[in-house]
């Protein structure tokens, strides 16, 4: 059975950090292109990074401020976000893809407010 578990969200003042995990089973993880996405109210879901063995990929609107990486002996990957602003206020899903399958969690809260 397939599972993305995030975790590591909340509430956090602006210019704070968080850093998200998102961990993986019942698929080979290494084969997976692992992406984090998020989602605000009223908007669409965005990609805010994925990653796939060593090469990394980011979206605009958090570039420069995150980092995504994975740990492939813990099928987790995670999402590192610093100098977060209230514009960051978003549920953050971890997405695996491949070929032919998809997967995604059930998302984590990130509040940005003061």
């Known amino acids: 059975q397939v599972q993305l578990v995030e975790s590591g969200g909340g509430l956090v003042q602006p210019g704070g950090s968080l850093r998200l995990s998102c961990a993986a089973s019942?698929?080979?993880?290494?084969?997976?292109?692992m992406s984090w996405y998020r989602q605000a109210p009223g908007k669409e879901r965005e990609l805010v990074a994925s990653i796939f063995g060593g090469s990394t990929n980011y979206g605009d609107s958090m570039k420069g401020r995150v980092t995504i990486s994975r740990d492939n002996a813990k099928n987790t990957v995670y999402l590192q976000m610093n100098s977060l602003k209230p514009e960051d206020t978003a549920v953050y899903y971890c997405?695996?893809?491949?070929?032919?399958?998809?997967?995604w969690g059930q998302g984590t809260q990130v509040t940005v407010s003061s």
């Open positions: 997405k695996a893809r491949t070929i032919n399958y998809e997967y």
């Open positions: 019942g698929f080979t993880f290494t084969s997976y292109i």
